[in-house]
């Protein structure tokens, strides 16, 4: 069985085609190979199906490898290779690129960064094609252990993410994500539509705003423009399908598109996992390649998601309903971009996107009839119009400029309702409809010293229209390569992010009914990032990486009451009318390490280990754990393929395996006897996150097979999450309608299948 690997060669700074590149595959023999064309495309046809890796030479450019691709029989290899021109004199020195991971896509990007690729979110075990969940593995980066997609980068809460899809701000792309969440329990971008990523865990370069512990950087992977091609996936999960082809024979354009059913409700139905309701969502994305001509290229994309719950609360194995609830959230983004190649050194990427999401959710308790009573209604409906235009230009191969400018027109329509215990009526906490906006703007300045030193660094502005609130922010990474081997990193950053809107538009409500919005003058929050690293190759396909991090957060909204303990740096979702100010700080330091060995010869393993501080000040002034401190986490991950059957079958058996101890969740105790007194939780405020669960322990293991026959691919799979069972207390809340405590615990046993078909 053969196929075609095929792609463009580009220069990474200009985005121009490079012309006679030379492009082999490494250990074939007798040497198969080719050279790109007059537009920088290059095919190499009867590629047997397997692992193969490929190696990239052009004149006056440095060497890439792209390691272990895939090859199946169902669908062609389209690559966009992007190479770096060297900073050396083209007759004195050849430059060789390692294969490492730690390289990001983004080359401004020197510090706490990482690629990863779709086959990556597909093999890992756990991840279930999620971006999310394989993030997970990375050295200082943690889940929610209760299931959800919440991403915790050193400590910080997880509203701090940046989300961004094809260069541009979106949504959180989670199905079921709350009010001001960055997680949710499935995202709804499936790894199918994923292109080579990158995710940041601090330090961003300039051009990444509104984000104070990490940023996701997707991209969409452009359809196969020459042959239609299709993938159905059934799975415990969802069923999805997708498809991808030409417009018309002859033209580069193409178009890619997926979509996906939940079929969740069968595990909720077996009785394998317990969700407390029925789970239910669907989601589109697709994106659509247009090429003008050599110097304009137009691209649209897009992706939705809609999904609810409608779920009961009983207390343990009792059969007693003590709630009732109703949830539902809906996420969209569009979004056109038109790269103009101005000439062989400069090119301008502008953009324009609309997004929106809706949030309606609903509680009931029993009354004193056993009848039900409303307890919390909210209906949030946000939408977002952005543009965005970034300039690049190339003076040398030592000097690239990058600056650009982001508008975002917001617009809101946020009701929410909540029962009021101690004054036993329903209250309005917010009510407010209307617009603002947010600009931001950038420039990086990217210097290769030598071939060995590289400098990045520029500024990053950041206002936002409600108060005025402004941020500005300067930036600088070094990376410093000792040797062929070895390689030295620091860099530096302030950073600054707008709070969901609810914060600021939250409202009080007085005993004469009048209401005041105390918050709407609040600043923004603000980080300082420091970060020291260290990459060592210990081979051609091992890999060390060390960073050492120290972060300074300021202007955190706490409340305004001398001896609270509250602090937005503790909130991971949701909202609240607590009267704020801007006094707050914090600190996040700690050590990781991954050692990596990449895929080789079908076996692979990962290392990480991180330990770390996280502390908050409120208003009492007193410094205290934070809820995200867990203080250590340790993953590793590791895999196998083998051929199996007849060589003409093949066929390849794989395993693979990740076992995470995480240090223990902390929450704040419940005050039992208030609670019941008030008829509504009460925590003790004054021993904030003094509670702990014991560690957190999480296997999950994966195997299946893969099958290639003429023009087809056959996958089959078992994923197994927490595959032990392991059941650690996370978290505990009180249950109006008996008055006692439930203990919330881990994500219990949850296993996967599913079987896939590309044709």
Same mark, same amino acid.
């Given at each position: ?95 060789? /690129?390692?294969?490492?991971?730690? #390289?990001?896509? %983004?080359?401004?990007? *020197?510090?706490?960064? $990482?690629?990863? +690729? ?124 997708? /498809?991808?082809?030409?417009?018309? #024979?002859?033209? %580069?354009?193409?178009? *890619?598109?997926?979509? $996906?059913?939940? +079929? ?496």
């Amino acid at each position: 069985m053969t196929q075609t690997v095929r792609g463009v060669i580009e220069d990474q700074d200009t985005k121009m085609p490079l012309i006679g590149a030379t492009i082999q595959i490494i250990g074939s023999d007798p040497l198969v190979g080719t050279i790109s064309d007059m537009e920088g495309h290059f095919r190499i046809e009867n590629v047997p199906v397997g692992r193969v890796s490929l190696k990239i030479n052009f004149i006056g450019f440095e060497e890439r490898i792209i390691p272990n691709l895939l090859v199946n029989s169902a669908k062609e290899v389209v690559l966009q290779v992007l190479l770096v021109e060297s900073v050396d004199n083209l007759d004195e020195v050849v430059i060789t /690129a390692k294969k490492n991971k730690a #390289e990001v896509l %983004n080359e401004m990007s *020197l510090v706490s960064a $990482r690629s990863f +690729s779709v086959e990556e979110t597909k093999r890992f075990a756990g991840s279930f094609a999620d971006p999310a969940r394989m993030v997970s593995s990375f050295a200082g980066v943690t889940n929610q252990p209760e299931g959800n997609n919440d991403i915790i980068v050193r400590g910080n809460s997880p509203r701090g993410i940046l989300w961004r899809l094809e260069g541009i701000e979106i949504p959180n792309p989670n199905h079921f994500a709350n009010e001001g969440a960055t997680g949710g329990p499935i995202n709804a971008l499936n790894g199918n539509m994923l292109s080579d990523s990158d995710f940041m865990s601090g330090a961003f370069s300039p051009e990444y705003g509104n984000a104070l512990s990490g940023v996701f950087d997707m991209k969409l992977k452009k359809g196969n423009n020459e042959t239609r091609e299709y993938t159905a996936t059934a799975s415990t999960l969802g069923l999805d399908f997708a /498809a991808e082809g030409p417009f018309k #024979e002859g033209y %580069n354009g193409s178009y *890619l598109a997926n979509y $996906r059913y939940s +079929s969740l409700a069968i595990i909720d139905q077996l009785g394998v996992v317990d969700f407390g309701g029925v789970p239910k969502y669907q989601d589109l994305s697709f994106k659509i390649h247009l090429p003008i001509n050599q110097s304009h290229i137009i691209s649209a994309f897009g992706l939705g998601g809609i999904s609810s719950i409608t779920a009961e609360t009983k207390f343990e194995d009792e059969d007693e309903v003590l709630g009732k609830s109703v949830f539902g959230a809906d996420m969209g983004v569009v979004g056109i971009t038109h790269n103009y190649l101005i000439n062989e050194r400069s090119f301008l990427k502008s953009s324009v996107s609309a997004s929106g999401t809706r949030l309606e959710s609903t509680d009931d308790l029993p009354d004193e009839n056993d009848g039900f009573y409303e307890a919390q209604h909210s209906n949030f409906t946000k939408s977002a119009l952005k543009f965005a235009t970034t300039f690049n230009h190339k003076f040398s191969a030592k000097h690239k400029l990058e600056t650009g400018v982001i508008y975002t027109q917001l617009k809101y329509d946020m009701v929410e309702n909540a029962w009021n215990f101690e004054r036993d009526r329903m209250e309005t906490v917010l009510d407010d409809k209307g617009g603002s906006y947010t600009m931001q703007a950038f420039a990086n300045w990217k210097y290769r010293i030598t071939k060995d030193l590289t400098l990045s660094s520029g500024m990053h502005y950041m206002h936002f229209g409600l108060n005025g609130a402004y941020s500005v922010e300067p930036r600088a990474a070094l990376k410093w390569v000792v040797t062929d081997r070895q390689a030295f990193t620091v860099g530096f950053g302030l950073h600054s992010k707008v709070e969901s809107l609810a914060v600021y538009l939250g409202k009080q409500e007085a005993i004469d009914g009048s209401l005041s919005m105390p918050n709407k003058a609040l600043g923004l929050s603000k980080a300082a990032h420091y970060v020291l690293g260290y990459d060592q190759s210990l081979g051609a396909n091992t890999h060390l990486k060390i960073e050492t991090y120290y972060q300074q957060l300021y202007d955190v909204p706490i409340e305004h009451e001398p001896k609270s303990t509250y602090s937005l740096l503790n909130a991971s979702d949701d909202f609240s009318n607590r009267v704020l100010n801007n006094d707050g700080t914090g600190k996040n330091y700690g050590l990781e390490l991954t050692l990596e060995q990449y895929l080789h010869k079908g076996f692979y393993y990962m290392a990480t280990g991180s330990v770390y501080e996280s502390k908050y000040t409120a208003m009492d002034g007193i410094e205290r754990k934070t809820a995200f401190a867990g203080n250590y986490a340790f993953n590793l991950l590791g895999g196998k393929e083998w051929k199996i059957g007849k060589p003409d079958k093949n066929k390849v058996l794989f395993i693979n395996t990740k076992v995470s101890l995480l240090g223990g969740k902390r929450y704040t105790p419940i005050d039992l006897a208030a609670s019941q007194a008030l008829g509504d939780e009460v925590r003790v405020e004054d021993q904030p996150f003094s509670a702990r669960s014991s560690d957190i322990f999480i296997m999950n293991f994966a195997i299946g097979t893969r099958r290639n026959k003429k023009s087809t691919t056959r996958e089959f799979k078992i994923d197994i999450q927490n595959m032990t069972n392991n059941q650690a207390v996370v978290n505990q809340y009180y249950v109006h309608g008996n008055g006692k405590i439930m203990e919330l615990k881990q994500l219990p046993l949850f296993p996967t299948i599913s079987y896939t078909y590309s044709f």
